[in-house]
């Protein structure tokens, strides 16, 4: 399977996703895969129309010009970096994807925003 270009578009405020895509940062330049990584503020955000709150909701992932939001992000993801691609198929079961999404969408990615307006209207 061929690595193809992506572009991650995540929270650096948010100290659980900064942490976890800096493994995956670390991960994917060690082996020289072609995985950009954006915070919040940069071009790249800007360019696909997000606004830094939209941003913030949810993980992102451009992949062949795609925008994928959410757990199908991460998945589009991990199939591109060899260590995680059984994590990938995990997830991808008819049976897993319905829970882990609903997991993502309704306690995981609201839990991770809320954090993030705390932390930022307390400055």
Excluded: K
């Amino acid at each position: 399977m061929s690595t193809q270009d992506i572009d991650v578009i995540y929270n650096e405020t948010c100290p659980i996703c900064a942490r976890e895509v800096s493994g995956y940062r670390r991960y994917s330049d060690s082996r020289g895969l072609p995985i950009r990584y954006h915070g919040l503020g940069s071009a790249e955000r800007a360019r696909l129309g997000l606004s830094e709150a939209q941003a913030a909701r949810r993980f992102h992932v451009v992949r062949d010009g795609r925008l994928i939001a959410g757990l199908p992000a991460f998945v589009a993801l991990w199939r591109e970096m060899p260590r995680f691609r059984w994590l990938a198929r995990l997830v991808s079961l008819p049976v897993v994807f319905p829970l882990a999404r609903l997991g993502y969408d309704r306690i995981a990615a609201p839990l991770l925003y809320a954090m993030h307006r705390r932390r930022t209207e307390r400055g």
